[in-house]
């Protein structure tokens, strides 16, 4: 039997944006995400909520609505200066908050400046969650090893530099390429790059053989297809999970 994953609705490619910090300029970056229908993951840090010039906690539920919400710690430690009680409130409290008010379970989280280490993974872990983003961009669309140690294709000021045009006419033997933009919304207010973020939205969007998807939605359907069982020779395979894992066996469309 000849096996092949596919993206959900059997999407050839996959793109997800990330932004952290909760400032203000998310709000005009969601109009942008909702307009073009692409899916975002939001991290944020509840203790700078409701503070001037950070999105308020009360307008959480609303403005994420249509994308995820998830942690990057309460105060935006470096993670790796604090020791291991310090490590679980910064996360706990940060996660206990969110899910508060925003109404969701949430298990997603980005290092603050980037700075992670083993002991950090492993307190994240510890605190249930499932993912953490890094800042180290790779430059290319390849499907993650480790998602506690999530490296994105790019930031989005190199994303505007012909990335959408590579990400698109991916070749054929690459197979479920991912493109993953980082960033914070408060840099195109100081960079005054809004319009290309949106000449880039509009670049990206409406393809039909692209999945748009939180971060969150990506990694639970990756897991759910990693953990698919065959029998030895290939000739079975059954999907455990909940989620519905879109392949072609022989060929033939299933849905397992």
Not at 17 to 46: C, E, M, P, W
Not at 141 to 164: K, Q, Y
Not at 193 to 201: H, S
Request: hydrophobic letters at 35%.
């Amino acid at each position: 039997m000849k096996f092949e994953l596919c993206y959900p609705d059997w999407k050839e490619k996959a793109v997800t944006f990330s932004y952290d910090d909760g400032q203000i300029y998310d709000r005009r970056l969601v109009g942008i995400f909702d307009r073009y229908r692409l899916k975002a993951t939001f991290h944020l840090n509840s203790g700078t909520l409701d503070e001037e010039g950070y999105v308020t906690s009360s307008e959480l539920k609303e403005l994420y609505k249509n994308h995820e919400v998830a942690c990057h710690g309460v105060h935006h430690e470096y993670p790796t200066h604090l020791a291991r009680e310090m490590q679980i409130g910064e996360f706990w409290e940060d996660r206990l908050f969110l899910e508060e008010k925003c109404g969701r379970i949430i298990k997603g989280c980005s290092y603050a400046f980037g700075e992670y280490d083993k002991s950090v993974i492993e307190t994240l872990k510890t605190l249930g969650f499932i993912y953490c983003r890094t800042v180290e961009s790779t430059g290319n669309f390849r499907v993650p090893e480790d998602f506690m140690r999530w490296t994105p294709s790019c930031h989005h000021n190199d994303a505007f530099d012909g990335m959408a045009e590579r990400f698109l006419n991916t070749p054929e033997y690459m197979k479920l390429p991912l493109l993953y933009v980082w960033g914070h919304s408060f840099e195109f207010e100081r960079e005054q790059t809004w319009d290309k973020m949106e000449e880039f939205c509009q670049q990206i969007s409406g393809k039909k053989d692209v999945w748009y998807a939180t971060n969150m939605e990506y990694v639970n359907y990756m897991t759910a297809a990693r953990q698919l069982m065959f029998r030895a020779d290939r000739s079975q395979v059954e999907n455990l999970s909940k989620i519905p894992v879109y392949v072609k066996l022989d060929g033939e469309r299933r849905i397992l």
